[in-house]
């Protein structure tokens, strides 16, 4: 039984925040920082904080807006975290409420029903709460009968996600499935880091995937899916359940996302590079045959290299389609977010890799024909 990824949806916040917005937030709190700490560091008991830098941002990273849903408290350099209203169990948490938007957006495309779906799966590096799952909330919402369920690998949580789901759709256990990534990843960010402040944006996808049907040959046909995974700790989030029972600092750095950005870089690309090709070549596939590459959207020049050592030259942004520099780095969402903005063009039987990254290590090869 083949599957088809019919219909896809993105929800995009509406505030965005500029690098330079960014940066004047960011050196302002500086300025206050090292006003309040003025006599240790002059005791040389702490070391004073430096300025942030445009250039640096998009240096470093490729960067140059990101998407969130509150700007005005990210933007307070006496706050440095978005503001969100606590909701009550009786409203609908943001990250369904987001979902909705982005479901109902891959739904349309895929000229389906409600009472078509089956099941609801929520993927994404960041859950606001441990339970009822958030992909139960959403398929309540939506008014979907079946079964819904959360999962997390980090950065490629979306590509896990879609893999679960064929393999559902495969097995006979449903036969068309949501699978919807909320990253509202400026929750999780460190602001007051000047080597992080400016790495995440917010965002919701969705992808709506189904028993491939001959007479309404929509969208892509999965081909084949690999997934692999390494432990590091370079990119990691120590927020959890436990945190009170161990008496921890709920708002140290180490609860937000911290990373050694040099040892993720040159421990990643390698992994990366390689799980797609040996992906392409158990498949029969050489990189000739690769219209498009949709990868995770983190850092300009780590896809550039990754793209590189696939394709023994530079690529072109139609051959490796680039979201991040509007977007910033939205988890696991962005490899989505690149597929949904950049498919469209492709013909009938041209191939491509959606393939995302991340903490974990982990990563996700998703290959993919269109019909």
Known sequence: MSVSISGTGVYTPSQKISNRELVESFNAYVDFYNDENSESILEGSLEALTYSDVGFIEKVSGIKSRFVLNKEGILDPKRMRPFLRERSNEEASIQAEISILACKDAIEQAGKKIEDIDAVICAC?????????????????????????DMNVACSSSTFGLQNAATDIETGIAESIL?????????????????????????????????????????????????????????????????????????????????????????????????????????????????????????????????????????????????????ANTSSAGSIIAFHKFKDDLKSNDIGVICSFGAGYSAGSIIVQKN
Not at 215 to 225: H, P
């Open 125 to 149: 590096a960041n859950l606001q709460r441990a339970y009822p799952a958030v992909a139960i909330e959403i398929q309540s919402l939506l008014g979907i009968e079946g079964y819904a369920y």
């Open 179 to 327: 699978v919807v990534s909320p990253e509202i990843c400026s929750g999780h960010l460190n602001f007051k880091d000047r080597d992080g402040h400016f790495i995440f944006g917010d965002v919701c996808t969705a992808l709506l995937l189904e028993k491939r049907n001959e007479s309404n040959l929509k969208g892509f046909t999965i081909l084949s899916t690999k997934l692999k995974t390494v432990f590091s700790n370079n990119i990691r989030n120590n927020f959890g359940f436990l945190n009170q029972a161990e008496n921890s600092d709920l708002f140290s750095a180490d609860k937000l996302f911290i990373q050694k950005g040099r040892r993720v870089f040159k421990q990643v690309v390698p992994i990366v590079s390689s799980l797609i090709e040996e992906h392409l070549e158990e498949n029969n596939l050489s990189i000739n045959n690769i219209a498009r590459l949709w990868l995770h959207q983190a850092n300009l020049s780590m896809n550039q290299l990754i793209a590189k050592k696939l394709l023994g030259r530079e690529p072109n942004q139609h051959e490796m389609p680039i979201v991040l520099d509007e977007y």
